[in-house]
């Protein structure tokens, strides 16, 4: 058997992973400490009650003979794939509901959407970047290049000048790991020159729904053109606390046609040999988002974690540390204070503080010296940690 040299090319320990492991290790020295995680972005939970409620009903029906669902459509349900659609068009990102896919959540599709490409293709990755999708082009054979985003452009790069050697370029706005948000001009920029030089974007919107600027681009879609470039990945992890539930989307627009063949059909083509799809019970949660009472409830936590990050902000800036993020988006990113590495800092707070969180350099190279904070989590867990952090930067004066 040959193995997958891309696989075995993998850095050794996914950096969430090396952050448990850490974390679980102290944890065994110090029992007494109770951590408080500012590390992962995974909610607080639990779910709201229009989503519970819709599963429920869910549950009972696949518990009668007449209202048993087998293998749904691998695509999606159609009541969902139209709620999605109408959701996005209502605020200026035309879809129509045969251009939804549902997932399982959007990490399986940032990696799955890569088969669209052949192997040795080269993509476009920021550098700080959410590494399961650097790690995804390694496993499947395609070439991650680098794209640094930093201070010098406020985390926020731009086209590279020149003609590129590329074939994709992700983008993830807000971003993780930085927080910065494309505007409109931005990302018109970015679309002009996929149309331009023929490039696939994969557009990751999965914190999109913490921007509250309408000023500011939530979909890609927004933008004139993109339907011929770009293929947007959404989320309900973020949006209403899907990280344990698992469901997500994938636009692909039935104009985004690639040397003839519309991207559309052969995803279809791909998903129908890879899924099944996701469980009817979950989609009927998802759906239930959409609903009056789903929005107002989601829209409450959204609004939570939102006020947290500003209290994170505010706690950063009082202990004087630099910082980027933390408006529209759940994560700050933060510059390691007195030139330390993001894993010396990280060892650092979890000594002095006992408040994990997340070493920049586990999200690319040029993360190394930066950190990252999530703002999920529980409100009085977050003002704790705050507490401890400002406490803990006295020892560093
Ligand atoms: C993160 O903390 O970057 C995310 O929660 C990870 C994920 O969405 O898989």
Same mark, same amino acid.
């Given at each position: 058997?040959?193995?997958?040299? %891309?696989l ?9 992973? +090396? ?16 951590l408080?995680?500012l ?17 429920r009903?869910? /549950? ?7 209202? #048993?669902?087998?293998?749904g459509?691998?695509? @999606? ?11 996005l068009?209502?605020t200026?990102a035309p879809v ?13 599709? *940032?990696? %799955?959407?890569?088969d ?7 993509? *476009? *990755? !920021? ?9 995804? !082009?390694? $496993? ?5 290049v680098?794209?640094?985003?930093? +201070?010098?452009?406020d ?11 590329l074939?994709? /370029?992700?983008? !993830?706005?807000p971003?993780?790991?930085? %927080? ?33 600027? =309408?000023?500011?681009?939530r ?11 770009? $293929? +947007? $990945?959404g ?6 606390g899907?990280? @344990? ?8 627009? !039935?104009?985004?046609?690639?040397r ?21 019970v ?12 789903g ?9 939570? $974690?939102? +006020? ?11 202990? %004087? ?5 933390g408006?529209?988006? =759940?994560y700050?990113?933060v510059?390691?204070?007195r ?8 060892? #650092?707070?979890?000594?002095y503080?006992g ?30 940690g705050?507490?401890? *952090?400002l ?7």
């Open positions: 058997m040959r193995l997958n040299s %891309g075995l090319s993998l850095e050794e320990a996914y950096v969430f992973a +090396e952050v448990r492991q850490r974390t679980q290790r102290f944890s065994a020295g110090r029992p007494e400490v109770k408080i995680s590390g992962i972005g995974d909610v607080p939970g639990p779910l709201c009650p229009a989503v519970t409620r819709a599963m009903r869910a /549950v009972k029906e696949q518990g009668r003979q007449k209202s #048993f669902h087998g293998y459509p691998e695509q @999606g349900y159609p009541f969902l794939r139209q709620q999605i659609a109408a959701s068009t209502a200026g129509q509901p045969r251009e939804v896919f549902i997932n399982d959540g959007a990490k399986t599709d *940032l990696g %799955g959407l890569l669209l490409l052949e192997p040795g293709s080269r993509v *476009l *990755l !920021c550098d700080p970047t959410y590494p399961a999708v650097w790690d995804d !082009c390694l $496993i499947r054979g395609l070439e991650p680098r794209l640094p985003a930093d +201070e010098g452009n985390f926020l790069p731009m086209p590279p000048p020149g003609k590129p050697d074939d994709a /370029v992700y983008l !993830c706005s971003a993780n790991p930085t %927080g910065a948000v494309y505007n409109r001009a931005q990302l018109s920029a970015w679309v002009e020159y996929a149309r331009a030089n023929e490039l696939l974007i994969l557009f990751d919107a999965a914190y999109a729904p913490f921007i509250s600027d =309408p000023a500011l681009p979909s890609i879609y927004e933008i004139p053109g993109a339907h011929r470039c770009a $293929i +947007e $990945i989320s309900f992890s973020k949006l209403a899907f990280t @344990g539930t698992r469901c997500g989307y994938a636009i692909l627009p !039935c104009e985004l046609i690639v003839g063949y519309p991207l559309q059909t052969l995803w279809a083509r791909r998903q129908s040999a890879r899924t099944n799809g996701v469980s009817y979950v989609q009927c949660g998802a759906a239930a988002v959409y609903s009056p009472a929005r107002r409830q989601t829209a409450k936590s959204i609004a939570r $974690i939102s +006020e947290n990050a500003a209290l994170l902000a505010e706690t950063l800036k009082a202990a %004087g540390l630099s910082y980027w993020g408006r529209h988006s =759940p700050l990113w510059k390691c204070p030139g330390l590495s993001s894993w010396a800092f990280f060892d #650092f707070l979890l000594e503080g408040v994990v969180g997340t070493p920049g350099v586990g999200f690319g190279a040029a993360g190394e010296g930066y950190f990252r904070f999530s703002a999920f989590g529980d409100p009085a867990q977050l003002q704790i705050c507490n401890r *952090l406490r803990a930067m006295d020892y560093l004066r």
